[in-house]
């Protein structure tokens, strides 16, 4: 859809003031501050009549709401993106080649484009007055305070590759090559990463300077990036259609420092964020404001056996409604999309789950003991942010999703109707728990099937590869394509440099690929498809790398994860093993603590595993929760 009306009045606005023209006469190859603010109010007439259609459409219904912090954050950064775009416009006919637009404005004029943005709003200095840190992270390091926190930019373990060399993705102009080679189209056809990490993606749903209604084009016009529909497709027929797909939202640009990033909408630390929130105004949400216990609100509505639900989110249009219409269902509220201040308690549990019991088997339990060691401290010049590698490497685990959820009765049994719901019919499917059993099904379902095996033949199921999500959208999306046009959409550097980065050798031809993955004919098809490994997507790269001796994952991934997680824990000002965070009493009894016990302390469930994260066939490897050691809960008392 072109000229959509809801731009009308903006271009007709743009005609009356004619923005962004002329530079300083007075001083050749500099921009006049006048034509700055002419651009800069350009960018946002255009960047809100994009949110304003978006806001009004159907489009709203099929993605989670922001918190109001990092939408303040978002269209901060599009403004100021949108407004450079703009000036580099209409500045290029002056110059003789590509050109870094901020090299021509002054310092007094980027300070002006920051304010005027409200980039600048997000650097202002935090006083650290307060014991703890904020719920955004917030004051973790007292030296700088926003280092970790909330709706910042990730970190960049390696310089970002983009086509241009600062914002457009490869990929984007056709027959553009990358190291010599054509890039193949894109058509490759979980818990604790919530707490970590979430790339938003811009809130417009058309394209800013144009009007494009981005799930209505194959056209790449920011911020849309459709995924191009390959030759000969089994699936989708129709060559001119696409896979919609929207770019991650940018973070604002620091000083003359152009190269897009993206920002982190949740805190890096391990400290159950997505449970209690990672903003003021969303924590307030999940919180039982009718009086001062600092609980968390619950459903009115419905119950699960007695015991309390999530409440659900009030959301304008709602994508749970669509998965069935006639219950009614809205989706719940958590998290990701309350802490009397988050007890520490929780954060520690979390914590400790992570690191004692899941990493271990993720990266093999010597080597986890190896490279994560033992903890030797707080450190206030460990960076602990999440790196942008990271929010692409830690979807690892999309290749261990079965293609069906299971739910099985208090026998272990797959006794009820409705047993085996293929993951696609799952997604979305609030009402699901409300009428159909609840939660306990699930979690024994959970407990009591293995994870699929990555094979480098079966990486994703077909549920992940061509129904994602069809029931609330025009077109059942591919979970692997949409993950390596992240990839590219974060400017991240290609396969053999991050085995550079990791120590790793970088294979050069086919003979060399074959013995890295240890299959000539995965090695063929990938550099029949990319040319050279340099160009092979971090993503299918590193999960197609065989598994380490008793690991889910191979060397690069390995070598990713254990960066990433030591960083949060030595970076974390308030890890619960450091000194004066707990008293050796407490920190005993927290050892006790199992993601077993929880499950026995908040369900119906009297049967558990008792190695949850390991593979367990009912009954074998299967106690009664009495036998599950509880939490202590005396040796905090007084404190």
């Given at each position: 859809?072109?000229?959509?009306?809801?731009?009308?009045?903006?271009?007709?606005?743009?005609?009356?003031?004619?923005?962004?023209?002329?530079?300083?006469?007075?001083?050749?190859?500099?921009?006049?501050?006048?034509?700055?603010?002419?651009?800069?109010?350009?960018?946002?007439?255009?960047?809100?009549?994009?949110?304003?259609?978006?806001?009004?459409?159907?489009?709203?219904?099929?993605?989670?709401?922001?918190?109001?912090?990092?939408?303040?954050?978002?269209?901060?950064?599009?403004?100021?993106?949108?407004?450079?775009?703009?000036?580099?416009?209409?500045?290029?006919?002056?110059?003789?080649?590509?050109?870094?637009?901020?090299?021509?404005?002054?310092?007094?004029?980027?300070?002006?484009?920051?304010?005027?943005?409200?980039?600048?709003?997000?650097?202002?200095?935090?006083?650290?007055?307060?014991?703890?840190?904020?719920?955004?992270?917030?004051?973790?390091?007292?030296?700088?305070?926003?280092?970790?926190?909330?709706?910042?930019?990730?970190?960049?373990?390696?310089p970002a590759e983009y086509e241009d060399g600062l914002s457009?993705?490869?990929?984007?102009?056709?027959?553009?090559?990358?190291?010599?080679?054509?890039?193949?189209?894109?058509?490759?056809?979980?818990?604790?990463?919530?707490?970590?990490?979430?790339?938003?993606?811009?809130?417009?749903?058309?394209?800013?300077?144009?009007?494009?209604?981005?799930?209505?084009?194959?056209?790449?016009?920011?911020?849309?990036?459709?995924?191009?529909?390959?030759?000969?497709?089994?699936?989708?027929?129709?060559?001119?259609?696409?896979?919609?797909?929207?770019?991650?939202?940018?973070?604002?640009?620091?000083?003359?420092?152009?190269?897009?990033?993206?920002?982190?909408?949740?805190?890096?630390?391990?400290?159950?964020?997505?449970?209690?929130?990672?903003?003021?105004?969303?924590?307030?949400?999940?919180?039982?404001?009718?009086?001062?216990?600092?609980?968390?609100?619950?459903?009115?509505?419905?119950?699960?056996?007695?015991?309390?639900?999530?409440?659900?989110?009030?959301?304008?249009?709602?994508?749970?409604?669509?998965?069935?219409?006639?219950?009614?269902?809205?989706?719940?509220?958590?998290?990701?999309?309350?802490?009397?201040?988050?007890?520490?308690?929780?954060?520690?549990?979390?914590?400790?789950?992570?690191?004692?019991?899941?990493?271990?088997?993720?990266?093999?339990?010597?080597?986890?003991?190896?490279?994560?060691?033992?903890?030797?401290?707080?450190?206030?010049?460990?960076?602990?942010?999440?790196?942008?590698?990271?929010?692409?490497?830690?979807?690892?685990?999309?290749?261990?999703?079965?293609?069906?959820?299971?739910?099985?009765?208090?026998?272990?049994?797959?006794?009820?109707?409705?047993?085996?719901?293929?993951?696609?019919?799952?997604?979305?499917?609030?009402?699901?728990?409300?009428?159909?059993?609840?939660?306990?099904?699930?979690?024994?379902?959970?407990?009591?099937?293995?994870?699929?095996?990555?094979?480098?033949?079966?990486?994703?199921?077909?549920?992940?590869?061509?129904?994602?999500?069809?029931?609330?959208?025009?077109?059942?999306?591919?979970?692997?394509?949409?993950?390596?046009?992240?990839?590219?959409?974060?400017?991240?550097?290609?396969?053999?440099?991050?085995?550079?980065?990791?120590?790793?050798?970088?294979?050069?031809?086919?003979?060399?690929?074959?013995?890295?993955?240890?299959?000539?004919?995965?090695?063929?098809?990938?550099?029949?498809?990319?040319g050279t490994p340099d160009n092979i997507d971090i993503w299918?790269?590193?999960?197609?790398?065989?598994?380490?001796?008793?690991?889910r994952v191979g060397p690069l991934l390995a070598c990713l994860?254990?960066?990433?997680?030591?960083?949060?824990?030595?970076?974390?000002?308030?890890?619960?093993?450091?000194?004066?965070?707990?008293?050796?009493?407490?920190?005993?009894?927290?050892?006790?603590?199992?993601?077993?016990?929880?499950?026995?302390?908040?369900?119906?469930?009297?049967?558990?595993?008792?190695?949850?994260?390991?593979?367990?066939?009912?009954?074998?490897?299967?106690?009664?929760?009495?036998?599950?050691?509880?939490?202590?809960?005396?040796?905090?008392?007084?404190?």
């Amino acid at each position: 859809m072109y000229l959509l009306p809801a731009l009308a009045g903006v271009l007709a606005t743009l005609i009356l003031a004619q923005p962004c023209e002329g530079t300083d006469p007075a001083s050749p190859g500099a921009v006049e501050t006048s034509v700055l603010r002419d651009c800069i109010a350009e960018a946002k007439l255009l960047v809100d009549a994009a949110y304003n259609w978006t806001q009004k459409s159907i489009k709203q219904r099929l993605r989670s709401g922001q918190p109001r912090a990092t939408r303040t954050v978002v269209r901060a950064a599009d403004y100021m993106h949108v407004a450079l775009g703009l000036l580099e416009e209409k500045l290029q006919p002056q110059r003789s080649g590509p050109f870094n637009v901020t090299d021509v404005l002054t310092e007094p004029q980027l300070l002006l484009l920051s304010q005027a943005s409200g980039c600048a709003l997000r650097d202002q200095a935090e006083r650290c007055s307060n014991k703890y840190r904020t719920i955004t992270g917030r004051c973790n390091n007292k030296r700088r305070p926003l280092l970790g926190a909330s709706n910042q930019a990730l970190a960049r373990w390696l310089p970002a590759e983009y086509e241009d060399g600062l914002s457009l993705p490869f990929g984007w102009t056709p027959g553009r090559r990358r190291n010599g080679f054509l890039l193949p189209l894109v058509s490759w056809g979980q818990f604790i990463d919530h707490d970590l990490d979430f790339s938003p993606e811009s809130p417009a749903r058309v394209a800013f300077t144009a009007g494009v209604d981005c799930e209505r084009t194959c056209d790449q016009l920011p911020p849309c990036f459709p995924i191009k529909i390959p030759p000969n497709d089994p699936r989708i027929k129709n060559q001119r259609d696409c896979i919609p797909f929207f770019r991650s939202a940018p973070s604002c640009p620091q000083n003359k420092n152009r190269v897009r990033n993206q920002i982190n909408a949740l805190t890096s630390f391990v400290d159950a964020s997505m449970v209690y929130g990672s903003e003021v105004s969303l924590s307030l949400r999940l919180r039982n404001r009718t009086n001062y216990l600092g609980l968390l609100a619950i459903n009115q509505r419905f119950q699960d056996n007695g015991r309390a639900l999530l409440p659900f989110d009030n959301l304008h249009d709602d994508p749970c409604l669509l998965t069935n219409r006639s219950a009614r269902i809205p989706c719940f509220l958590a998290g990701q999309t309350g802490r009397k201040v988050v007890s520490s308690q929780e954060t520690a549990i979390s914590g400790i789950i992570t690191y004692r019991d899941f990493l271990p088997l993720v990266l093999g339990e010597a080597r986890a003991r190896r490279t994560l060691g033992p903890y030797r401290g707080y450190c206030s010049n460990v960076d602990p942010r999440v790196a942008n590698v990271f929010t692409l490497a830690f979807r690892f685990g999309h290749t261990m999703l079965q293609p069906f959820m299971f739910r099985l009765d208090s026998q272990y049994q797959a006794s009820a109707p409705n047993s085996h719901v293929p993951l696609s019919s799952a997604f979305f499917a609030s009402w699901r728990i409300v009428y159909e059993g609840g939660i306990d099904p699930i979690l024994r379902g959970l407990m009591a099937t293995p994870a699929k095996l990555n094979r480098q033949d079966a990486m994703l199921v077909d549920e992940l590869r061509d129904r994602l999500f069809r029931q609330v959208r025009r077109i059942g999306l591919d979970l692997a394509a949409l993950n390596m046009q992240r990839s590219r959409d974060h400017g991240l550097p290609g396969y053999n440099a991050w085995r550079r980065f990791c120590g790793l050798s970088q294979p050069r031809n086919l003979a060399q690929l074959s013995r890295v993955l240890k299959n000539q004919d995965l090695a063929r098809k990938f550099l029949n498809l990319y040319g050279t490994p340099d160009n092979i997507d971090i993503w299918i790269g590193a999960i197609a790398e065989p598994l380490l001796p008793g690991a889910r994952v191979g060397p690069l991934l390995a070598c990713l994860f254990e960066n990433q997680f030591r960083r949060a824990r030595d970076g974390d000002r308030f890890w619960w093993q450091k000194r004066g965070v707990f008293t050796k009493r407490q920190r005993k009894a927290l050892r006790r603590i199992s993601l077993s016990r929880i499950i026995c302390d908040n369900t119906g469930i009297t049967m558990v595993s008792r190695d949850i994260f390991r593979a367990n066939i009912y009954p074998r490897g299967f106690v009664s929760c009495s036998r599950i050691p509880r939490l202590n809960l005396s040796a905090w008392r007084g404190t």
